[in-house]
């Protein structure tokens, strides 16, 4: 059990190593001398838990599935109505890509990988789902215009985040992240929600998730809850 | 002179080759001995014109920066008003990106080394300085609403068509860029513009321009135009 536990923890100090390597080189750019460095192991143990660079690109993509996954569902048992909720999942993608090294490397390895055909499509379309049902419900809710789309609205929320974090990145390393976020929410509410409904604007603006989800990086002093 | 020109075709074939092999590999992934493969020619060739893959690339970049400067220009000087122009500029830009494998190499070039610090900033401030220089105008045209700061306004327009144009890439292989475009202009027009101008709204949308601004790789049968 002992020796269990320090597998596992081994394992997320691989996994931290690599997502610092992939963050600052990129996954072409990285290489496993550098990513065993970065984790302070040997090579013998980072080949005991994964065979590849690929393996591990695949593990941190797979990661942040599952932070994205557990910030939707987080996000939809707080009290907010879907259109806060869609606000609230674009500051706390923000905050995420800010504060976790393995978002950011599994955000650096997809836009990476995005720009030829073996580009993942997960890391989207996890956001596109998520959204495009907060869409259809922000709907009934009377606080999106009924000509909105939800399928079509989701998929341009999230690309414009993408876009808009990604600009960030390079004109100000994503410290003016939250602000241009914002910024995003100011431009389109008066366009997507009925008049009547404009008043509720700087609260929907406002409106942040309280339970922050924190990915593996966390929990490099515990067992990582690995497959 | 015949030998000029001839070095001049020969130039551009090597340029044409590398933005190939960039788009399809990526700035890391493509290797000299490929450019030179898919341009035709030797090694000698390459190195007679080039000193190296990072010179390639620089002159990649600078090829993309002299069409945006050509397009915004070609723009600015047809008859429309300047929230229209922007519109154009973001259905050209998608265009360029579609077409011509300059600035689709450019493009990917740019967004691969984005992910880090040494991210060229170029290709992001050149977008971003003609729609702010735009939007000013749109306000004072009072297509825009005076609330709207023209600095913080470009910089959501440049980083949405951004991501906008990864996610089709990804989920369509661009197939649906234009469209995604449109329905950009769709959610954000209603939002910025004075309720008052709301029936442009349609013709705005349908914006485009009518002189296409073309990159060197269309020079390939004539002597390309070089520093």
């Not at 750019?29 to 460095?37: F, K, T, Y």
């Not at 993509?61 to 909720?85: F, L, N, P, Y």
Request: with cysteine; glycine share 6%; net charge negative.
């Amino acid at each position: 059990m002992v020796q269990q536990q320090r597998a596992a923890v081994t394992r997320a100090q691989i996994v931290r190593g690599a997502a610092e390597m992939f963050d600052k080189s990129g996954f072409e750019g990285a290489s496993l001398v550098e990513i065993v460095e970065a984790a302070g192991m040997t090579k013998g143990a980072l080949y005991f838990h994964f065979n590849s660079k690929e393996e591990l690109a695949r593990h941190i993509i797979a990661e942040q599935h599952r932070i994205s996954i557990a910030t939707v569902q987080a996000i939809a048992e707080q009290e907010a109505s879907a259109i806060e909720q869609i606000v609230m999942l674009c500051h706390e993608m923000a905050r995420q890509i800010v504060q976790d090294p393995i978002v950011r490397a599994g955000i650096r390895i997809t836009l990476e990988l995005s720009a030829d055909d073996r580009g993942p499509a997960g890391p989207y379309l996890d956001w596109i789902t998520a959204c495009q049902t907060l869409a259809t419900r922000a709907v009934v809710e009377g606080d999106l215009l009924t000509s909105i789309d939800p399928p079509s609205f989701a998929r341009f929320v999230i690309g414009a985040f993408t876009g808009v974090q990604t600009v960030s990145q390079v004109l100000a390393h994503r410290t003016d992240l939250e602000q241009r976020v914002d910024q995003m929410w100011m431009f389109l509410l008066p366009g997507i929600m009925p008049a009547t409904r404009h008043h509720g604007m700087t609260r929907i603006r406002a409106a942040r998730t309280n339970v922050p989800v924190t990915g593996s990086s966390d929990h490099q002093d515990q067992p990582a809850t690995t497959n």
